[in-house]
């Protein structure tokens, strides 16, 4: 037997690879640009989301709602029911940072392929069956496993704020150096890309992230094999492709390298237990095999082959699993009384059709100029985990920015025009006069009143006679606020002299998205959002 | 250079500044302040610094000169909350036909930095002319000796202090708790550190910080002025076009004079009376010799 590798798929295998680190570099740079770049207006740097089939489907079901943007995910449907889960291998990024890690951990010889018997395949499909199921009943929770949305809330909250945070070490350590003019041309670099740097659960999320990295180490593209809900999807409608596997039975000597090697365990050999569903033409196993056995003819009659075994009664129990934990999900006072921490963004849809539409990708949070929105632990409750929160003791809502608004995927947020955006409320701010300056202390401040950006100014001063300890009375002025012209954007909040427990602090009291949420009957205006809905 | 030879230059270089421009004066007949209204505020701001007797006079052949705006805030020029970008430009442009080796525009915001320099209209028209305008840069933040009365030492950006030539360029503006802000209150955005705590102590502040930095020269812009909500606006209406551009050495007088546009008595603003007394400069505008035009 000639033993001679295909030339043809090694060629392929290249390209692929090429493909995998162009679509990631663009991926990233959207990821990057997406920041105040001296345009009031940034473009569609969200479009990657709109390719997402998963995102499409769960977020229409849970928002009931068509969404024009992502018209695009049929391209990706299309071109997976024609030939396969292509998109998987050759244009995913996360997909792609799996690959490389895999790659790495394998040339590191800490992971060494085995032969799986037990399959574990069908896990993604149950996560996808909860997720949809959750849709259905409204219950969100795509953002927490869709593959985009994980690698863009990674690397905005952990992994570039830990490289920022690592550069300007680096950076530090060049002015100690004397090296001060690269220390200013990098200083000046970061300075102009502003990347955010402070996030809660920053940690965490960082930390999932290379949990999820590592867990290359036990399997190939373990994400994509066994947990990517967005790859059971494909998965379902790849049925069908035209473009399978065939092993020529006189080339092979059963060598058993390509189901080995098979990044997705999609099982080439033998030819009748490919699974096609599994396979994102990464083409290793036809580029491993040592005597060019394995191919990828195209036929023009799709057939219907071996696919993952999903049990029926699994299928049903994930099912019943799903509804049984929608109720549970919203055992929280979150959906009862509005929380006080909770101040979404600009134009953030009223709270229950935010929650069904947003899907905690991070979007916002890059492109927030302040690094005011923060992941929410618990404050929206459990399905609203990392949505996005503004809070003001770590920065503040800039007066003349809709950023956050443009970037939002699926319009969680809704697009606003500047003009538009400064009419919003989104909290009120309120003074502690126990801890205030003037008040509490009798010594001049002012310095909310003086960042206050509404015109008026929607913080007033009065005079106020401040007690002392020495029992002698101080007059000084202190401020108030105009709850008629706060917008509660909460820059008095982080501008605070008090820095541990700011003296002003902005709850969503007031927000004008809500109609619970209200405070004193006569400020109530027609709600700016509707008004402009029209 | 080091601390001892930067203290040595300052003292001597105080002792220069403080004699020089009467010296001038008496022999070429200078005026202490120029004060020139026109529509123009880049003509203005030619003509208020040939009335002074050239940018020649401050700036010498290879300087690296540095020009402290106003930038605090988001805002575009019409809102009159930062200077003048076509008046940062004229600067800018007299300051290389001085013969200026590098012309340097920098503040530290108080609004995000990316958007105050790029809305203000500042950079853009700054490097037009030729300048570089870097973000403040936190590892050139150094605590510094100041030496006031009230503020011992603070976290100073360092390129203020070491520039060959410092010329402040604020715009004068309404504020609650100094009534006004000019050329001194300007000098909190050449520092770091907790400046949203100085406001305890703000008029002393603003004293303690316009005797360190000592600058070459003050334009203070009065195209546009924000005769209220300061320091920041928001409408057109709370801007009221002045038109007018005030230069000199003495940027106590400087200030006096531009207090006279918000119908405002010098006596009313604490900090002018606190630089006087202190021989900063002087407020009464009867001693000094000013010179008065229209273009």
């Given amino acids: 037997m000639k033993k001679e590798r295909s030339k043809k798929y090694r060629f392929l295998q290249i390209l692929r690879i090429l493909s995998q680190a162009g679509f990631f570099s663009l991926f990233f740079y959207l990821l990057f640009v997406t920041h105040f770049t001296g345009k009031d207006y940034i473009g569609r740097v969200e479009v990657f989301f709109h390719f997402d089939p998963l995102l499409a489907v769960a977020t229409s079901l849970a928002a009931r709602a068509i969404f024009a943007s992502f018209v695009l995910a049929a391209i990706t449907i299309v071109i997976t029911f024609v030939a396969g889960r292509f998109i998987c291998g050759w244009v995913c990024p996360l997909g792609a940072v799996q690959q490389f890690f895999s790659f790495i951990f394998k040339r590191a010889k800490l992971l060494k392929p085995k032969m799986d018997g037990r399959s574990r395949l069908a896990w993604k499909y149950y996560i996808l069956i909860f997720v949809l199921v959750g849709s259905i009943f409204t219950l969100d929770l795509v953002g927490i496993f869709d593959p985009l949305s994980f690698l863009y809330r990674s690397f905005a909250t952990g992994i570039i704020p830990g490289f920022a945070r690592a550069s300007s070490a680096f950076i530090a350590i060049l002015y100690s150096l004397r090296l001060s003019s690269v220390g200013d041309a990098l200083a000046q670099f970061f300075s102009a890309i502003s990347l955010n740097q402070t996030f809660r659960q920053g940690f965490l999320l960082s930390l999932l992230f290379f949990g999820v990295v590592l867990l290359n180490i036990s399997k190939e593209r373990f994400w994509c094999r066994y947990l990517c809900p967005a790859g059971a999807l494909l998965g379902l409608f790849s049925r069908w492709n035209v473009g399978k596997i065939r092993i020529d039975l006189d080339k092979c000597i059963k060598c058993n390298l390509c189901t080995l090697h098979c990044e997705t365990q999609a099982n080439p050999y033998p030819n009748e237990e490919w699974r096609s569903s599994e396979c994102v033409y990464c083409y290793t196993c036809a580029a491993i095999c040592p005597t060019n056995a394995v191919s990828f003819p195209v036929k023009a009659a799709p057939e219907k082959i071996e696919s993952v075994d999903l049990s029926r009664r699994k299928l049903i129990f994930t099912t019943l699993l799903s509804i049984i934990a929608v109720p549970f999900f919203r055992i929280t006072p979150a959906g009862k009384r509005a929380s006080a921490k909770l101040i979404r963004p600009p134009g953030a849809l009223p709270e229950p059709k935010f929650l069904q539409k947003c899907v905690k990708c991070g979007e916002c949070m890059k492109a927030c100029p302040t690094n005011a929105l923060q992941p929410a632990l618990e404050e929206a409750g459990p399905e609203g985990i990392w949505t996005p929160v503004l809070t003001p003791k770590i920065g503040y809502c800039e007066y003349y920015c809709s950023l956050c608004t443009q970037v939002c995927p699926t319009g969680a947020i809704k697009e606003l025009t500047i003009e538009e955006k400064i009419k919003v409320k989104i909290g009120t701010a309120w003074v502690n006069k126990n801890r205030c300056i003037p008040y509490a202390l009798g010594s001049p401040c002012i310095v909310c009143e003086e960042h206050c950006p509404t015109s008026p100014k929607a913080i007033k001063l009065v005079k106020n006679q401040a007690l002392l300890p020495d029992g002698t009375v101080r007059t000084q002025l202190a401020p108030v606020v105009d709850l008629d012209l706060c917008i509660g954007c909460g820059i008095c909040e982080t501008k605070c002299p008090v820095v541990d427990d700011p003296a002003i602090y902005v709850t969503s009291v007031g927000e004008s998205r809500s109609e619970k949420n209200r405070l004193l009957l006569e400020l109530i205006k027609p709600p700016v959002q509707a008004e402009e809905a029209k | ?295």
């Avoid at chain 2, 990316?114 to 030729?130: L, T």
């Avoid at chain 2, 102590?201 to 930095?213: G, I, N, P, R, T």
Wanted: charged share 25%; proline share 4%; glycine share 8%.
């Fill in chain 2, 1 to 295: 250079m080091n601390r001892r030879d930067f203290l040595k230059d300052l003292a001597l270089g105080s002792v220069l500044l403080r004699f020089t421009p009467s010296l001038l004066t008496q022999a070429k007949n200078i005026p202490d302040l120029a004060m020139i209204q026109g529509d123009s505020p880049a003509l203005i701001t030619k003509e208020a610094l040939a009335a002074l007797g050239g940018m020649n006079r401050f700036v010498a052949k290879g300087d690296n000169v540095m020009i402290k705006p106003n930038i605090g805030w988001d805002r575009t020029p019409e809102l009159a909350a930062c200077t003048n970008p076509e008046v940062i430009k004229t600067l800018v442009e007299l300051c290389f036909e001085a013969g200026a080796k590098e012309v340097t525009v920098m503040d530290n915001t108080t609004n995000q930095a990316q958007r105050c320099y790029a809305r203000s209209g500042i950079a853009d028209a700054a490097k037009a002319a030729g300048a570089k305008v870097p973000f403040v840069n936190p590892y050139r933040l150094k605590k510094m000796a100041l030496r006031g009365e009230w503020l011992k030492e603070w976290e100073v950006f360092t390129e203020f202090v070491e520039a060959d030539k410092l010329i402040n360029v604020p715009i004068a503006k309404h504020h609650s708790l100094s009534r006004l802000t000019m050329s001194m209150k300007n000098w909190l955005g050449a520092i770091g550190g907790a400046r949203n705590q100085l406001h305890q102590k703000l008029d002393e502040a603003m004293v303690d910080l316009a005797a360190f930095f000592k600058p070459t020269l003050t334009v203070l812009d009065a195209y546009r002025i924000l005769v209220r909500n300061g320091p920041q606006g928001g409408r057109t209406s709370d801007v009221k076009l002045q038109k007018t551009i005030v230069a000199g050495v003495d940027y106590v007088a400087v200030d006096t004079l531009g207090t006279g546009f918000f119908g405002l008595k010098p006596e009313e603003l604490p900090c002018l009376g606190i630089a006087q007394k202190r021989g900063l400069g002087q407020m009464n505008l009867e001693k000094l010799t000013i010179e008065k035009r229209t273009v």
